[in-house]
């Protein structure tokens, strides 16, 4: 974490240590029902400037699961008259919180609001840059799914597909994964897993899905971020074609999951876009951990939220 930044405060994956990876994954992996937080804190204040689902309410059910209180931004803040979101963040900071969590457009915001606050800042996704509470979840989803009880992923290859260029949850994921001792391949067309990208996140590329397909312990499928395109592209599928096309070069049909090796899992971070990156079958599969990466979010949630607030 850099020197500016409050201890307790949670960024990024890339340039976390081993041995700090595998506390954080050992806490999330114990906090089933965790202890309360005896200390008195003021607030956990939950700043979502973009739409959340997952993310944001587990972060509030694990709030809850600690004894913390939530104050959380709505849709109508003032960042609608022209408030920057440092400036908004500065200004919560003031009204005695324990810690800051933030979901922002901006790549990098999170570093950016972190240096402004005295108190700890969590990440809960900033543009195209990371996720990390995402990313330990799917490290956490991948070690438990395959029975690596010491989180030492060493001999397991990881497969990510889709739209590696605008997903941050690939940046965390794959950091993570490499620290853990994974070998991470991504895949998926050109324009959305380019090769130059995935030597800057120290990944393989590939692009015959399926031959990959049969060599993964572990799929993480992910969605077509049109909302990231660009303004000139925003809502359509540019070059990858439309939904239906998509689907056709890239996503994991119920043939190409019978493709799979018999102990492979299959992740996606959510949301879901049945039909297009995932068939509805193949969410719904046994060996889909979609649903248990949600469970396990609040487990990773209440871990970081402990290590933000009360650190050891
Ligand atoms: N995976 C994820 O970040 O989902 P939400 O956007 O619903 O929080």
């Given at each position: ?47 979502f ?52 969590i ?14 402004s606050l ?28 395959l ?13 990510i ?146 290590r ?5």
């Amino acid at each position: 974490m850099p020197p500016a930044c409050a201890s307790g405060s949670l960024l990024q994956l890339r340039g976390m240590d081993r041995d700090e990876l595998v506390a954080l994954l050992s806490e999330a992996r114990d906090a089933r029902e965790p202890e309360p937080v005896h200390a008195t804190h003021g607030p956990v204040a939950l700043c979502f400037f973009e739409p959340s689902t997952r993310t944001r309410l587990s972060f509030e059910v694990a709030a809850q699961r600690l004894g913390l209180a939530v104050i959380a931004l709505g849709d109508a803040s003032s960042t609608s008259k022209g408030e920057t979101i440092v400036d908004t963040c500065r200004t919560i900071e003031q009204m005695g919180i324990a810690c800051l969590i933030l979901r922002a457009r901006p790549s990098g915001m999170a570093q950016v609001v972190a240096r402004s606050l005295s108190c700890p800042v969590v990440n809960a996704g900033d543009g195209r840059h990371e996720h990390p509470t995402q990313g330990l979840i799917d490290c956490l989803a991948i070690a438990e799914g395959l029975g690596r009880d010491g989180f030492d992923l060493s001999g397991v290859r990881v497969l990510i597909v889709g739209d590696i260029v605008n997903s941050r949850v690939a940046r965390s994921s794959a950091a993570g994964l490499a620290t853990l001792g994974a070998r991470v391949v991504c895949a998926g067309p050109p324009h959305l897993c380019p090769d130059a990208l995935a030597a800057a996140l120290g990944v393989e590329v590939a692009r015959d899905f399926e031959a990959q397909l049969a060599l993964a312990d572990a799929v993480v499928m992910l969605r077509v971020q049109r909302e990231r395109h660009g303004s000139s592209d925003e809502g359509s599928w540019g070059a990858a074609g439309g939904p239906d096309a998509y689907r056709l070069a890239w996503g994991l049909t119920r043939e190409r999951m019978d493709l799979l090796q018999d102990h492979a899992v299959i992740l996606h971070p959510g949301p879901v876009n049945r039909g297009v990156e995932i068939d509805p079958e193949v969410a719904d599969a046994p060996r889909s951990l979609i649903l248990r990466q949600v469970a396990l979010g609040v487990q990773v949630r209440s871990a970081v939220l402990r290590r933000a607030v009360a650190p050891s």
